[in-house]
């Protein structure tokens, strides 16, 4: 079955920098575009940036720009987010997600991020 496992997240101070992880099983991860999303309490999940399935393009959100870094590894069915530059407004739930129709129902349990002095 699909399995999407986030990990990476923690307590960093404003400023600091963060290499989230998404380990994915259970179908073809090199053929799927593949998305990171944030999520505060009490709202919905926020799509932050994009990547297609060869690597070679990506798509940050506006908000993140600059500061977020979107990649993947086919070879180990993997995909990662670089954080740099965290601010406070950055605290969430980060999730990865499959960026393709069909697909996009599955959902991994999260990384929670936070970003406090």
């Known amino acids: 079955q699909v399995q999407l496992v986030e990990s990476g997240g923690g307590l960093v101070q404003p400023g600091g920098s963060l290499r989230l992880s998404c380990l994915a099983s259970?179908?073809?991860?090199?053929?799927?575009?593949m998305g990171w999303y944030r999520q505060t309490p009490g709202s919905e999940r926020v799509l932050v940036a994009l990547?297609?399935?060869?690597?070679?393009?990506?798509n940050p959100g506006d908000s993140v720009r600059g500061r977020f870094t979107i990649s993947r590894d086919n070879s180990k069915n993997a995909l990662y987010l670089q954080i740099d530059s965290l601010k406070p407004e950055d605290t969430a739930l980060y999730y990865c997600?499959?960026?393709?129709?069909?697909?996009?129902?599955?959902w991994g349990q999260g990384t929670q991020v936070t970003v406090s002095s």
């Open positions: 997600n499959i960026r393709e129709p069909g697909w996009t129902h599955f």
């Open positions: 259970g179908f073809t991860f090199s053929s799927k575009a």
């Open positions: 990547i297609n399935a060869r690597g070679d393009r990506t």
